[in-house]
């Protein structure tokens, strides 16, 4: 078995992909048509902004119709991820779509699209997006407790507890050190 074969199911993925960059083109196209012709008959989209389910060609149709007027000026580029082949004729495609205006903020989700085979061509099953969310850095985590950077003393008689706290230098962490004297101690 020669170990540098390639994989048989490296073409369809790459179909897959093309096929997720020719949908955004139609997008940025307005062109209505050419989009629902890479959805199968019954496909399914779940509105990301609505929540609602929409199911099959008429209505993607006037889902999709509605999405285009309003964002005219809108560009959809798609970054995908993965592309798993669960059987010769389904596949699942991951990845990151944004929605770009010169009026607001990119709307950026992550998808997850199955794919069916039909006659001898990859179509859109279903479509799910869940917005995209940068997980919070150690430090914006850690923020709240920035009222503890300085240097601290408390005495009970002559017992002296000092701590230092400092944030580390990729500001990841909060780094506290301290002593303790006790009057009277003896250092082992």
Known sequence: INALAEDPQQDDRKLIEQRAQSYAEAYN????????????????????????????????????????????NSRL??????????????????????????????IVTN??????????????????????????????QLKDLEWMIGNWSDQAGEDVVSTECQWSRNNNFLVRSFTVSIAGAVDM
Do not use: C
């Open 29 to 72: 196209a307005k062109d209505l048509k050419a989009l629902i012709d890479h959805w199968a008959p019954q496909g399914v989209y779940i509105n990301r902004a609505t929540g609602r389910r929409v199911t099959g060609h008429d209505a993607l149709k006037a889902d999709f119709q509605v999405e285009l007027d309003s964002r005219k």
């Open 77 to 106: 580029e798609v970054s995908v991820e993965s592309v798993d082949l669960v059987s010769p004729g389904v596949a699942m495609e991951r990845g990151t779509s944004t929605i770009t205006s010169p009026d607001g903020e990119p």
């Open 111 to 140: 998808y997850s699209a199955v794919h069916v085979k039909r006659d001898g061509q990859w179509l859109i099953d279903r479509i799910s997006e869940r917005e995209f969310v940068n997980p919070p850095t150690h430090y914006e």
